[in-house]
């Protein structure tokens, strides 16, 4: 067997009849399967985690639409791969072969000179992309590329669905269908897995092999047996990878520093990147620490600039020190909430006009209309602080910040208090 691709590769769907899951995309009268019948297809970005058949997804409609199809993965692909691709296809430009498809795998590894790259191609029109991420687009994908692309989320492959994939290679498979194959239970499978379609396959395949003969008999304890454990201790590209940084999190978040070092760990031991751990601290730092601890974004800063620079192993011990902190740090998520809170304030309210004593009038004409008058300079003031609205009229008195109740941000409130009296006095 050993001649032959993994049984992952040889299952993989040629057509969407064999596409298992995303029946919101790719099921009757769902707007992506119409868009590929019609032919009229936009640059797309396929958001989900891995195993779920983004790469498969892509593949099939190049082949549906018999479209050239180049692909790249940004992990060992650069700018200069990017625009040979590209030439490649502004040479067959308006040929019979139709517009070609550009797949980029993992495009959020892409840095912005790189994303950059391929705005115009885009644009002109030279390429259809499609993106395969399993991070967030809005934080990782550019907004010029974003604004140019559909964004379809993809879903977990159900346990239905997981099952269905293994019956159809017991099935189907060329190699398989010469042996008697019986699965007793699937819940070592499944959960090994990760939800992940390719690595479900290549763990049955593992199971298989290990037990040998023509006669085969799948059941929990020999799945656990002829698999290695390890499968099972992070999985840094599966389901795991979001349920522990999760948990690592929330315990960072809940003041526990002995169950944030131990998903530390976790995360470590299953070979995570560090710059993505010390990323979250840098969020988690504003996001459930803010103004009560000031210092904890400092430190989470200096934390991600280490990190970068030492790599593992080292890189640990100062994961772990800035881990402990923040764990130990007095928490507010007021910051938060106030930018929250701000945000859907402009999305009721619209675009108000800014005060004319905030504006600034550099030309005469301005000045005349009435920009910038009565603007009171704050700093020629006692205590650098004179009383006047910066909001525009109609939000005048809108509680926006409200100081978390913690020693930092007290003592923030009575500064604020003091300053502005009933105003701030809540």
């Known amino acids: 067997m050993t001649n032959y691709p993994p049984l992952a590769e040889r299952m993989r769907p040629i057509s969407l009849e064999n596409y298992v899951g995303q029946k919101h995309l790719v099921g009757e009268n769902s707007v992506l399967k119409k868009a590929i019948e019609s032919g009229q297809l936009p640059s797309l970005i396929f958001w989900g985690p891995p195993g779920i058949g983004k790469t498969t997804l892509a593949n099939i409609i190049s082949e549906t639409l018999d ?27 308006g040929s019979f072969m139709g517009q070609p498809i550009l ?54 492959l159900t346990e239905a669905e997981l099952i269905s994939i293994i019956e159809n290679a017991i099935e189907k498979d060329a190699i398989l269908k010469t042996k008697k194959i019986v699965v007793k239970e699937y819940e070592a499978l499944i959960r090994l897995s990760g939800g992940d379609a390719r690595k479900l396959l290549n763990i049955f395949e593992i199971a298989i092999n290990g037990i040998g003969g023509d006669k085969v008999e799948i059941t929990n304890e020999k799945v656990l047996e002829h698999v290695q454990q390890n499968l099972a201790l992070y999985d840094k590209s599966g389901e795991q990878h979001y349920d522990i940084i999760s948990a690592f999190i929330k315990s960072i978040r809940g003041s526990d520093p002995n ?30 620490i803010g103004n009560a601890n000031p210092n904890a974004l400092l430190l989470a800063n200096n934390c991600f600039t280490a990190v970068n620079v030492i790599g593992y192993p080292e890189s640990r011990i100062i994961l772990a020190q800035c881990v402990t902190y923040l764990a130990s740090s007095a928490k507010s998520n007021a910051a938060y909430e106030a930018i929250n809170t701000a945000q859907e304030l402009v999305k009721k309210t619209g675009d108000l006009p800014v005060p ?12 005349e209309i009435g920009y910038g008058i009565e603007y009171q300079y704050a700093h020629a003031y006692d205590g650098n602080f004179i009383t006047q609205e910066y909001l525009p009229e109609k939000l005048s008195g809108t509680k926006i910040y409200d100081p978390g109740n913690n020693p930092a941000e007290n003592k923030l409130r009575e500064k604020l208090k003091s300053n502005w009296n009933t105003k701030y006095n809540y």
């Open 67 to 93: 479209r050239p199809f180049f692909s790249l993965s940004a992990i060992n692909s650069g700018v200069k791969d990017i625009r040979e691709v590209i030439e490649k296809a502004t040479s067959l430009k």
């Open 103 to 156: 797949f980029i795998d993992e495009i959020h590894r892409f840095s912005k000179s790189q994303q950059d790259s391929l705005l115009g191609a885009v644009e002109k029109g030279l390429v259809t992309l499609i993106g395969a991420t399993t991070e967030n687009p809005s934080f990782e994908v550019i907004s010029a590329l974003l604004s140019r692309c559909q964004v379809y989320i993809l879903q977990p």
């Open 259 to 288: 169950a944030a070092v131990y998903w530390l760990a976790r995360m470590i031991e299953g070979g995570e990147d560090p710059s993505f751990i010390a990323r979250r601290l840098l969020i988690l730092a504003s996001e459930d």
């Open 356 to 367: 004319l004593h905030l504006r600034n009038a550099p030309t005469q004409l301005m000045k």
